[in-house]
């Protein structure tokens, strides 16, 4: 890969071992957790974040941690369980959408997301979420689920695949690698499909308008896995929930990877105010600071944006 090229953001650091959570110090502090409160780490992933929560709250505090990737609950369970003076800890192998339908009004003191790809899906090339090596075309989350990058891939129509490229990748040139991709079928691996895309896309040469220092499939594979997982509907989906859930004075913290995320949260929190539910903490979303980009330089896409509720 050539120098200052990357693949899809993810959250967290190089794999498991080296797990770092993103703005994580940050994260914490716009939570403010309340010993005894009860939290909800939306995306538990390895459970960096719902570690930190955990500690402040105590023995008396609930923390309710989701996950769509059951291998992730159970690295996290493992991390979380067990301890001493620790709160109750509930982990539920659901999406972030299917819990904000099932929790109470005002229960919650405060909510945590992270979104995007963990290191643990990552950095398995047998998930299919990077063309960084061999892999299928796989993409799910949630192993469970249906719908699977090859699938796209191998039987939308050009059109469709077109738009999805452009709506969720923000690619201009979308039209182009749909009617590459097409012309190209079967397409099987990751590395398979990152080839095609690359020699369609023409990437754009350095000094020349529009370039960027991104691997020319890289919006390619962001669009197709948003589009398998849904995220952004799920994404909606709980800021729609978080003011019903959170108690007076309770917090919403949410950490985005891409300019389509943090829109919807940027949104999502004017239209709060709008609403008089929210008081908006952060008037410009915080980024990490370079001595975390340099510890993990996936991090550099990462802005945090919170709000409280009043």
């Not at 796209?152 to 490229?165: C, F, G, K, P, Y």
């Amino acid at each position: 890969m050539a120098e200052g090229f990357t693949d899809t953001p993810e959250r967290g650091g190089h794999g498991q071992a080296g797990h770092v959570p993103v703005l994580l110090k940050e994260a914490i502090d716009f939570l403010a957790v309340r010993r005894g409160g009860t939290y909800l780490d939306a995306t538990v992933g390895l459970g960096g974040h719902s570690y930190e929560i955990a500690k402040r709250l105590g023995a008396p505090g609930h923390l309710i941690g989701l996950d769509k990737d059951p291998a992730a609950l159970g690295i996290a369970q493992a991390k979380l369980l067990g301890a001493t003076d620790w709160p109750q800890i509930k982990l539920i192998h659901c999406s972030f959408a299917d819990i904000a339908k099932e929790q109470r009004a005002a229960t919650i003191d405060g909510i945590l997301a992270d979104l995007g790809v963990s290191s643990l899906e990552f950095g398995n090339p047998a998930r299919g979420f990077s063309f960084q090596a061999e892999g299928p075309l796989d993409m799910r989350m949630n192993p469970q689920a249906e719908l699977t990058a090859e699938q796209v891939v191998n039987h939308s129509d050009e059109r469709e695949l077109a738009d999805v490229i452009y709506e969720f990748g923000e690619e201009r040139r979308s039209r182009r690698i749909a009617r590459a991709i097409v012309r190209s079928r079967p397409i099987r691996t990751t590395v398979q499909l990152a080839d095609v895309v690359s020699a369609a896309a023409r990437p754009m040469k350095l000094g020349q308008k529009g370039y960027d220092r991104i691997h020319p499939a890289t919006r390619t594979f962001q669009a197709l896995r948003i589009f398998v997982n849904r995220e952004l509907d799920e994404l909606r989906g709980l800021l729609d929930a978080a003011p019903q859930m959170l108690k007076p004075g309770g917090r919403v913290v949410i950490i985005s990877f891409h300019s389509l995320e943090d829109r919807i949260v940027k949104d999502a929190f004017r239209e709060g105010v709008k609403q008089g539910h929210y008081r908006i903490l952060t008037k410009k979303p915080v980024t990490p600071g370079d001595e975390e980009i340099d510890r993990n330089p996936r991090a550099r896409s990462a802005k945090l944006r919170a709000a409280e509720r009043v």
